[in-house]
């Protein structure tokens, strides 16, 4: 199977998928922020227009790349992660605030390049992992019964000099071994396997650079020259069994294909998302001090987001057509700060709004991975069915909406500690003194575990 033909499937997926439909699917996690949802929806679907596009105009479409702005917790890093589920597309989120110019103590920032063929390279292998697991099990479940009963092939044993009945005896009693493999009853037993040792750490660095960011693959490179060196190692036998699959599995994929479709996946579909790059904006216009670092940073991040070749330890990646949507508060500073050629490599810029109480009641409910749904999941396992009244859930909304103005507004972040405040006596005391029940919470409970919290505005900084 060719690069071209899964990434074709990829994009048959997005073409399953308007615009309005991917903004429904994205609404089951993130509350409201239409605006938002539209333009990284259109962006989506941009991506699979191109590729029908015929000739050379193909290549000269480059993707809108996007800023959201707004404050911290309201949705932007989700939009993205989202977004890329739903295609499986190559993802990775980086700080801004990561990079230094030209690499010096931070990071370069070509390593963001890195890591997403990084991210590409381990999304195809799982994939081809799952495609080859039938086959891996069985190699694996002969590899186990070899360990267990030799086979009669092998150094030491004339295989002419058996007899029939001796033959015959090897196949049943192995056979025998086969079933029992299969329906467990050998799980606990102790087996020896001998398995290929790791590639020692050597020469990780090359004085402050690593071998990796210069696009050497190590680990490759010395596998080539040194011998292959094995280690003895007694696990049981449902253990033997997970790592032999695996090692199977490894020798049934074709890497150079998974390479080869994975540096696709990653040039045509990938998303980069840069956060907090309003940090290496230049509040006013100002180039003096710490401010030369942030300007040069900016002009680091340039070429890449234009669209330049970066050499990986996979082969060379162009980022002309990944997708990069960047996101900031820009509290203190503005879009209009960066520098005027990065501006003009975001032309799509959408503001992402503060969250009201209203919002909290939905992010509290409505989301497939709401955080009461999640709780009562957790509290389930213990037997303990736990309920929330509507009062109850408004009072935890008012709360975070409350705390957030007065104290720092950290969005949707707030009702996790929120949350987790108001439930550590039934977190704690779950176990074993709590009867397995429902366990209901109310609107005097929440008030009760957070009154004295919400009074003291000092203390809440620390605790919510």
């Known amino acids: 199977m060719t690069a071209v033909h899964d990434t074709e499937q990829l994009l048959e997926r997005v073409r399953a998928l308007t615009p309005r439909q991917i903004v429904q699917e994205l609404d089951k996690y993130i509350i409201g922020q239409h605006e938002a949802k539209r333009a990284v929806a259109i962006a989506l679907r941009n991506r699979w227009r191109r590729q029908r596009v015929q000739g050379q105009l193909r290549e000269e479409i480059t993707p809108n790349n996007i800023i959201l ?83 009669l092939r092998h150094p030491g044993l004339a295989f002419d000099a058996l007899t029939p009945e001796e033959v015959e005896r090897h196949h049943v009693a192995r056979e025998r071994l086969r079933q029992q493999l299969r329906s467990g009853e050998l799980d606990t037993q102790i087996v020896e396997l001998e398995l290929p040792s790791e590639t020692p750490p050597m020469f990780q660095f090359v004085g402050p650079v690593q071998l990796d960011e210069l696009g050497i693959n190590l680990r490759e490179l010395f596998r080539q020259f040194m011998p292959r060196q094995t280690r003895k190692r007694k696990v049981t036998i449902a253990e033997a069994r997970a790592i032999l699959e695996q090692e199977e599995a490894s020798k049934l994929i074709d890497m150079d294909a998974v390479i080869r479709e994975a540096l696709f996946r990653a040039e045509n579909l990938g998303i980069i998302f840069i956060d907090e790059i309003d940090k290496i904006a230049t509040p006013g216009g100002a180039r003096l001090g710490p401010d030369v670092s942030r300007e040069g940073v900016q002009r680091d991040l340039l070429p890449i987001v234009e669209g330049a070749t970066v ?4 082969g060379p ?88 103005e007065e104290v720092a507004n950290i969005g949707a972040r707030r009702l996790h500690t929120i949350l987790s405040t108001v439930l550590e006596d039934v977190l704690f005391d779950a176990p074993d003194a709590l009867s397995p029940g429902v366990v209901r919470i109310d609107a005097d409970y929440v008030r009760s575990r957070l009154s004295a919290i919400v009074r003291n505005v000092d203390l809440s900084r620390f605790i919510l």
Request: proline letters at 5%; charged letters at 25%; glycine letters at 6%.
């Open 69 to 151: 702005i707004g404050p911290t917790g309201v949705g932007k890093t989700e939009l993205a992660r989202r977004l890329a589920k739903l295609t499986g597309a190559p993802f990775v989120k980086v700080e801004a605030t990561r990079f230094t110019e030209v690499g010096y103590v931070g990071r370069d920032v070509e390593s963001m390049v890195r890591d997403l063929v990084d991210a590409a390279v381990a999304m195809v292998r799982a994939e081809k992992m799952v495609e080859v697991q039938r086959q891996a099990r069985q190699h694996a479940e002969e590899r186990l019964l070899d360990v267990l009963v030799p086979p």
């Open 311 to 314: 050499m990986t330890k996979y």
């Open 317 to 404: 990646v162009r980022t002309d057509h990944i997708l990069f949507i960047a996101s900031g508060a820009f509290h203190v500073s503005k879009p209009s700060d960066l520098i005027p050629e990065l501006q003009g490599r975001f032309p799509i810029r959408v503001e992402l709004h503060s969250l009201t109480e209203e919002d909290f009641v939905k992010i509290l409910t409505l989301p497939e991975n709401a955080l009461i749904k999640q709780y009562q999941a957790l509290l389930a396992t213990e037997g303990i069915q736990l309920e929330f009244t509507e009062e109850a859930i408004r009072e935890i909304a008012a709360t975070a909406a409350r705390v957030n």
